[in-house]
């Protein structure tokens, strides 16, 4: 099913994320981690690309095996380490396993590379247009509500966002953020640019308080002070954090339901555990497929 049908036919929805596996003999591992999250009967189901691009035929089958448990698969796609051949040959890939929904990335530029190459997509908005030209798929793509690392201030970064929702993009799933009010502000932004496609919230259960401030630091996210006082007070206690962090997550996504943003995608990482205790407390809310 097109993602793009789902979002329009749903108040509420709520979607998941895997990643592949990095070697092939993980493979029956990490479909069986799909095979568990299908089973919570999310909206759909993403499935990371690896940063170097040399996965993409797991990505194809983790999503492969999402769309034979009957949960819509979204496969992730960077262009950075690819020519523009190799991207065809991916869209290819998928069209024939019958993947119909694709998140199109630029993907983060490797140190010392030498990028654009003239066989090259240079930003995500080419790599859409050319998506679009080849046919057949329901197009997603990434916005930043804190802005992109790269970016030299949210204008420039907005300007840039309309120019890729323009060249063919059906919805946009956020970065992940901790603060609501920071989606809030950029919904207001994006719509005054007049951007009007569905923005899906992008939402992370935190369960590791070492991991998060790397990731924040990395990503240009915000770490608000309840948050960081939560992170603080049981980073260093696994079972602690973990249940901390499923409440924060669930109530961050009630606070968005409840004032408007019916769209929310999870990162679950590859935790069907996490993944089913927020599905599990969203119970009354959030009515899975059937
Ligand atoms: P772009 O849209 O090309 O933007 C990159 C930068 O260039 C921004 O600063 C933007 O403002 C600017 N820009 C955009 N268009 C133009 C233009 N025409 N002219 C000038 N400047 C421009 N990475 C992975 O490796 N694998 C994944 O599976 C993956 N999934 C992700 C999923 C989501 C929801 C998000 C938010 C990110 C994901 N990433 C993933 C990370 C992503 O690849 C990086 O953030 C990357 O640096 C940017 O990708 P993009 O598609 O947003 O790039």
Request: aromatic share 8%; proline share 6%; hydrophobic share 40%.
């Amino acid at each position: 099913m097109l993602i793009r049908q789902c979002l329009k036919e749903r108040e509420v929805t709520l979607s998941c994320e895997l990643f592949p596996p990095k070697e092939g003999r993980l493979l029956s591992e990490y479909k069986e981690i799909a095979r568990k999250v299908a089973a919570l009967r999310p909206t759909f189901i993403s499935v990371t690309y690896g940063a170097g691009g040399g996965t993409s035929a797991f990505t194809a089958e983790v999503a492969s095996e999402v769309e034979r448990c009957g949960v819509p698969a979204l496969a992730h796609l960077t262009c950075v380490s690819s020519t523009k051949e190799g991207v065809r040959q991916v869209l290819t890939q998928l069209r024939e396993r019958g993947i119909e929904n694709v998140l199109a990335l630029r993907g983060d530029i490797p140190k010392d590379a030498a990028f654009p190459l003239p066989d090259q997509y240079r930003h995500a908005d080419e790599l859409i247009a050319d998506i679009r030209a080849f046919g057949g798929f329901c197009i997603g793509a990434a916005c930043y509500p804190e802005g992109h690392p790269e970016s030299a201030n949210r204008r420039q970064d907005m300007d840039n966002l309309r120019r890729k929702v323009d060249s063919g993009v059906d919805f946009l799933t956020t970065q992940m953020f901790f603060d609501n009010n920071i989606l809030y502000n950029f919904l207001y932004r994006a719509q005054a640019a007049g951007i009007r496609v569905p923005v899906i919230a992008g939402v992370m259960p935190v369960t590791n308080g070492k991991q998060i401030r790397r990731i924040c630091r990395l990503s240009g996210t915000a770490l608000p002070p309840r948050f960081a006082a939560i992170v603080d007070r049981f980073g260093e206690d696994p079972r602690a954090m973990r249940q901390a962090g499923i409440a924060y997550c669930t109530e961050q996504i009630i606070d968005l339901i409840a004032n408007g943003v019916g769209h929310v995608h999870i990162y679950t990482m590859n935790q069907p555990e996490i993944a089913a205790k927020i599905l599990d407390n969203l119970s009354e809310i959030f009515e899975p497929r059937a």
